[in-house]
């Protein structure tokens, strides 16, 4: 079954504590993005990925680092995180770059930082 | 730059009625437009997609939305609305980069009463 997969889907952790919320897609897409969705924002754009080795900022990147070593997966670290970064994260992907092209997302990671 | 304005936080209908949900962009450039749909504790699913070829999209599950270049709208709209369709629904725009990057509103609550 095609399809973007996240893990853990739930974390709670604290303060400091390093983290990593891994995706996975097995579509062999190209692009790969994080989000954060917050309530009463919508879904903000953190990191996004245009092909392996390839990353670039969203509109929301502080405290967040990703890889993409593997065009496969493209984790979300998070080296120090902080109370503010308490949210809902999605992984999306898309076969191509191209603005009109369909992004495809993951379940969800709800993390909470004490 | 691009963004979107979801015009209403919450829509509530009663099952039967119909169904709009309002949205207004803002682009330098000719967007692509999706509607998304997240369902209580799910990830996101695609609804339809416009990407400059007919102005009126037609989606999964009876909706459908039309774009209107002179009014920069991009109106979901349903004829009769089903429990099923409680959800929170968000408009997004992409193209202002030429890639792949989302613009997300805020999201709409559609509540829909017995």
């Known amino acids: 079954e095609a399809q973007v997969t996240q893990n853990p889907r739930y974390l709670i952790t604290v303060t400091g504590k390093k983290l990593t919320v891994t995706c996975s897609q097995n579509?062999?897409?190209?692009?790969m993005s994080w989000y954060r969705q917050d309530p009463g924002l919508g879904l903000r754009q953190i990191y996004y990925?245009?092909?392996?080795?390839?990353?670039d900022k969203g509109d929301v990147p502080e405290g967040y680092k990703v890889s993409r070593k593997e065009k496969r997966n493209f984790p979300l670290i998070l080296e120090s995180p902080s109370p503010n970064q308490t949210s809902l994260y999605f992984c999306a992907s898309s076969l191509g770059v191209g603005f009109q092209e369909t992004q495809y997302f993951g379940p969800g990671t709800r993390l909470l930082v004490l | 730059a691009q963004s979107v304005t979801q015009l209403d936080s919450h829509v509530s209908v009663s099952e039967g009625t119909p169904v709009l949900l309002r949205c207004n962009y803002s682009?330098?450039?000719?967007?692509?437009l999706f509607w998304y749909v997240q369902h209580p504790n799910k990830g996101l699913q695609l609804l339809l997609k416009y990407t400059s070829a007919a102005t009126l999209v037609k989606g999964i599950n009876g909706f459908e939305a039309e774009f209107k270049k002179s009014e920069t709208s991009f109106h979901l709209t349903k004829p009769s609305a089903h429990m099923s369709d409680a959800a929170e629904y968000f408009c997004v725009v992409s193209g202002a980069s030429g890639y792949s990057t989302l613009t997300f509103g805020k999201g709409t609550m559609l509540l829909v009463s017995p």
């Open positions: 990925s245009m092909n392996v080795e390839v990353t």
């Open positions: 579509m062999n897409h190209e692009y």
């Open positions: 682009s330098s450039y000719s967007p692509s």
